[in-house]
């Protein structure tokens, strides 16, 4: 019995760690008891659609060094997943070291490499698994507060993840985030 305790206890130790990864920069700019919105600058994206499956995977491979130019790049977080042009994408955020310019180019052509322009994004924080059942839930949540502060969506909802599959589901951190006009 100790040593089940034990191991479960290193388990949530371990989960519980923060991410030492490089997170997209932004500035808060107003925030209440519901949601967030913040200013980010431009940030450097790798971007494929999710039409056959394996998004993560594929953009796991480039940052693993199936890339142009081999090289292994470290993650970032957030993970984000939006519905364009009638297809799900998933995007990783490139480290703040690379540009348009030294960005290695993927070698597998579904995956492009995009700039978000700055801009404005309501944000609304929940943990738990990344389901779309939790998903929608908070999106309907952060589009009604929206509305009613009167604060125009100008994007469908993004996903964003924070945690490995790893980190236990109460100790996650998950939001929808939404482009706004301020």
């Known amino acids: 019995m100790k040593k089940i305790l034990l191991i479960l206890a290193s388990v949530i130790i371990l989960s519980s760690q923060t991410m030492a990864y490089e997170e997209a920069n932004y500035e808060i700019v107003k925030e209440n008891k519901s949601y967030e919105i913040r200013k980010y600058s431009d940030r450097l994206v790798i971007e494929t659609n999710s039409i056959q499956g394996n998004a993560f995977r594929k953009l796991f ?6 890339n142009e130019k081999k090289e292994e790049i470290k993650m970032t977080v957030p993970v984000t997943q939006e519905i364009k042009n009638g297809n799900m994408t ?34 609304i924080k929940y943990s738990g698994r990344s389901s779309d059942k939790n998903f929608l839930k908070n999106k309907d949540i952060l589009e009604k507060e929206l509305k009613q502060d009167k604060i125009k969506i100008l994007s469908p909802p993004i996903r964003a993840s924070y945690n490995s599959p790893f980190t236990l589901p109460m100790l996650k951190r998950n939001e929808v985030m939404f482009r706004v006009d301020l």
Do not use: C, R, V
């Open 90 to 123: 998933m995007q990783f955020y490139l480290p703040s070291k690379f540009n348009k310019d030294n960005a290695p180019k993927p070698s597998n052509l579904e995956i492009k490499i995009l700039t978000i322009e700055s801009g404005y994004y309501a944000a």
């Open 61 to 66: 491979n480039y940052i693993s060094g199936n």
